[in-house]
């Protein structure tokens, strides 16, 4: 017998803003790889709240069949001052450069753009040390300035 399906917690949405100047490395042998720095940013939830420091980034990899595969690190600085390492791999498709301008003109809807990460938490502080024992996954949107996260603890 199977077993049940895990349930899913909300712990935060936070919002990633990116610097628009991209570090383009063209084709490589593994793909059209680009690094898009994080500028700052907000986390807003129940449990976890604060903000996005400037500094992490994501290291993407565009493959061969159109799908970007994010690799990004970053920091939560909590309300009350706790650092957060967050790491997180994740794929985006179906990806174009123009994907933002494709969903405002309409020509495809958030519900067709396959956009999920799974991240993971890392801190030394006592009141968040609960961070490093749990999985979770987050389901990505573009924004204005940047991409926002809805992220689930998995039960």
């Given at each position: 017998?199977?077993?049940?399906?895990?349930?899913?917690?909300?712990?935060?949405?936070?919002?990633?803003?990116?610097?628009?100047?991209?570090?383009?490395?063209?084709?490589?042998?593994?793909?059209?790889?680009?690094?898009?720095?994080?500028?700052?940013?907000?986390?807003?939830?129940?449990?976890l709240?604060?903000?996005?420091?400037?500094?992490g980034?994501?290291?993407?990899?565009?493959?061969?069949?159109?799908?970007?595969?994010?690799?990004?690190?970053?920091?939560?600085?909590?309300?009350?001052?706790?650092?957060?390492?967050?790491?997180?791999?994740?794929?985006?498709?179906?990806?174009?450069r123009?994907?933002?301008?494709?969903?405002?003109?309409?020509?495809?809807?958030?519900?067709?753009?396959?956009?999920?990460?799974?991240?993971?938490?890392?801190?030394?502080?006592?009141?968040?040390?609960?961070?490093?024992?749990?999985?979770?996954?987050?389901?990505?949107?573009?924004?204005?300035?940047?991409?926002?996260?809805?992220?689930?603890?998995?039960?």
């Amino acid at each position: 017998m199977p077993a049940t399906p895990p349930g899913l917690r909300h712990l935060c949405r936070y919002e990633a803003f990116l610097d628009p100047a991209v570090q383009a490395f063209g084709t490589t042998p593994f793909g059209r790889r680009t690094t898009v720095l994080i500028t700052g940013g907000t986390v807003e939830g129940e449990r976890l709240q604060g903000k996005l420091l400037p500094g992490g980034g994501d290291w993407a990899l565009v493959d061969t069949q159109g799908i970007l595969h994010l690799d990004v690190r970053a920091t939560f600085c909590t309300h009350d001052d706790a650092l957060i390492h967050v790491t997180y791999r994740g794929l985006l498709h179906p990806y174009s450069r123009d994907l933002r301008q494709r969903i405002e003109s309409g020509e495809l809807s958030e519900e067709q753009v396959y956009f999920r990460t799974a991240p993971r938490f890392e801190t030394s502080a006592d009141r968040y040390t609960w961070l490093n024992g749990i999985l979770a996954v987050a389901v990505g949107h573009l924004t204005a300035s940047g991409v926002a996260y809805d992220v689930f603890e998995v039960m």
